[in-house]
């Protein structure tokens, strides 16, 4: 921080915002809290975020005689936004914005107590010396983000956000499922039937698409399409696929949870009268389909009450060929949407086939639910 001051200062820049790696802000958050600041005349401002559904936020309404939060009489009327206003309080943390002639106050606040953590320190530093601070409620800035589960996950893994579910299910939603999802997913909405009972539905974002392959990819223990498959109880498989199964990325229990919140809403929807919650699969895996390796796959039924096969990525684009036919009704869905996901019964009545992938290299997501 100390560094940054004197950059600040360097620059003469008007003003400088601190902004901890776990918030996340809405575009146009910062100008709007500059905009205040200047307003009010505000030389130390904070916007408030909170936590999703949860009372924790970057700022204290109270310090107890120890010097440690206390919660103050009007901080979940502000927290809820029953109270908008800016307000004089005695923490802050995480996102600040401070006016330029405050800085050279501030060189050393962040180790003014050393016992005590970086931000409170600053804050104590703060209230012993005259410094206001100020949070403001009167817009959604952002939110803070829970790290936790976050926090858990190998530092080996790329693409870490795609793993960050449930906790900040808000944030993940907007990155990774469709946007066209919440327009069929309404009531009275058709969703597109291209053969009898299969529906095809806008299920993952291009950016989930790209990176589940990218997550495969780089794992890059693909199966070898033989009938032995040690991964399996019973170490048989009768429809082999050159694949990658969920859990061994480990992605099974946040890929459960998400079929769970998005696909079995969609499939109680269009097939009215089945109700499995919480659903159950233990066949989740991405397939890639090539000329050279397995560029199709052989008549078969799924072992699934129904099943789920979303394309990953783009006809005529990254590949040619591929699509799925459904042999009972002679009818083939081209599955070259990228994010679209068919959703068909599995046993009995949709005997299906791969149709071969004739240049490039094809990616699907299939999952076997309700086995």
């Given at each position: 921080m100390k560094l940054c001051n004197h950059f600040a200062l360097e620059q003469k820049s008007e003003y400088i915002f601190a902004l901890d790696a776990d918030v996340h802000l809405e575009p146009k958050s910062l100008d709007h809290i500059i905009q205040r600041a200047k307003a009010y005349n505000l030389k130390i401002l904070a916007p408030m975020v909170a936590i999703k559904g949860k009372m924790f936020t970057n700022f204290w309404g109270s310090v107890s005689a120890n010097g440690y939060y206390e919660r103050s009489q009007d901080y979940?009327?502000?927290?809820?936004?029953?109270?908008k206003e800016f307000w004089n309080v005695p923490f802050i943390s995480a996102a600040i914005l401070f006016s330029a002639e405050k800085?050279?106050?501030?060189?050393?606040?962040?180790?003014?107590?050393?016992?005590?953590?970086?931000?409170?320190?600053?804050?104590?530093?703060?209230?012993?010396?005259g410094h206001f601070m100020y949070v403001d409620n009167q817009e959604h800035y952002g939110q803070l983000l829970s790290t936790e589960q976050f926090a858990s996950l190998s530092e080996t893994l790329i693409h870490a956000e795609v793993y960050d579910y449930p906790a900040n299910k808000e944030l993940w939603e907007k990155r990774y499922i469709h946007p066209e999802y919440f327009h069929y997913i309404q009531p009275g909405i058709e969703v597109p039937l291209p053969c009898p009972?299969?529906?095809d539905f806008p299920f993952l974002s291009l950016r989930m698409s790209k990176e589940i392959i990218e997550i495969m990819e780089h794992f890059g223990t693909w199966s070898d399409g033989k009938n032995f498959d040690r991964r399996l109880e019973g170490g048989y498989e009768n429809v082999p696929t050159r694949d990658i199964h969920m859990n061994q990325v480990g992605f099974e229990p946040q890929w459960l949870q998400i079929i769970d919140d998005y696909v079995a809403p969609m499939q109680e929807k269009v097939f009215t009268g089945y109700y499995q919650r919480p659903i159950k699969a233990n066949m989740m895996f991405v397939v890639r389909y090539r000329p050279d390796e397995q560029a199709s796959l052989r008549p078969h039924h799924d072992a699934s009450t129904y099943s789920i096969d979303i394309s990953l990525n783009k006809r005529d684009v990254d590949y040619e060929g591929g699509g799925v036919r459904y042999i009972r009704y002679n009818c083939t869905v081209p599955a070259d949407e990228v994010g679209w996901s068919m959703l068909f019964p599995g046993r009995l009545t949709h005997l299906h086939e791969g149709l071969p992938t004739t240049k490039g290299t094809r990616y699907i997501l299939v999952s076997f639910i309700n086995p």
């Open positions: 979940l009327d502000i927290v809820e936004g029953d109270l800085l050279q106050f501030f060189m050393e606040a962040y180790n003014y107590e050393r016992k005590l953590d970086a931000d409170m320190s600053f804050a104590k530093f703060c209230r012993d010396h009972d299969v529906y």
